[in-house]
């Protein structure tokens, strides 16, 4: 039986990129919501879950963070996946002939160079895949979606331009999320681990729970705050750090953390991606 690993989005969506490119070898599971993608591994439904967390043109991904503590699963591994921006046409159009280009609004931001170059005007879809599906199901010679190469493989449309975005760097990290931790240390790349937790009410206290990472040179490459139950005064930090809680500094950092924290809660130990670096 085909394992599966769900993600939100329709059939041709970068998560779904991501997933193939991943785990070739799973059957991609599409998903309304991340909630939904979530509930699918919860439910046995699916192995994994493969979920989108920051872009390097766009910030992180709104919700997931307060998603993920409460979500039941682990982080078992990232993946960096690079979005390339295609201009999609139904089979013979010419570049000439687009007048429309639909897409979700970042990907359309991305490409306003391309887009003005060619005076082809900005039409605002849900979401990139399901742009590509309309453009399909529409069968307007005239009108083009900005998406993956793979939405285009799936809904029968041709790559009339490749790589269009303005900057050549737009990188999308993903987590892969399962039901059970794996705490060992694997990969040829290094470890990352990742938290979340509250400061106790004293202060200076974020100050001195961060001061363990820098006197025992453990590199956080990530920290956000956002707010819990919707109150100004509860505050909930999210954290990636490189290296395993195994690692002596990093231990020795967890301890002096865990001394000026009410609350720590691990969400995963996974090795960092190659292109991480």
Known sequence: MTKRIAFQG??????????????????????????????????????????????STFGRVADIHH?????????????????RINLLTLP???L??????MSHTMLLGQCRGFLGEHGIHRVTGADTAGSARHVAEQGKPEMAALASELAGDIYGL?????DIEDEGNNTTRFLVMAREPDWSRRGDDGMMTTFVFQVR????????AMGGFATNGVNMTKLESYMLGGSFNATQF?????????????????DELDYFTSDITMLGVYPADSRRH
């Open 67 to 83: 998603l993920l503590p409460q979500s039941g699963l682990y982080i078992i591994a990232e993946a960096f996946v690079r979005v």
């Open 201 to 208: 009410n004293i202060p200076a206290a974020l100050y001195k």
């Open 158 to 162: 041709d790559v009339l331009a490749r």
């Open 10 to 55: 329709e059939p041709g969506a970068y998560s779904h990129q991501a997933c193939h490119e991943t785990y070739p070898d799973m059957e991609a599971m599409p998903c309304r919501t991340f909630e939904d993608a979530i509930e699918a591994v919860r439910s046995h439904e699916a192995e994994l879950a493969m979920l989108p967390v920051e872009n």
């Open 238 to 254: 999210y954290a990636d750090i490189e290296g395993h809680p195994d690692d002596p500094a990093v231990r020795r950092a967890l």
């Open 96 to 101: 000439g002939e687009i007048t429309h280009a």
């Open 92 to 94: 013979g159009a010419k």
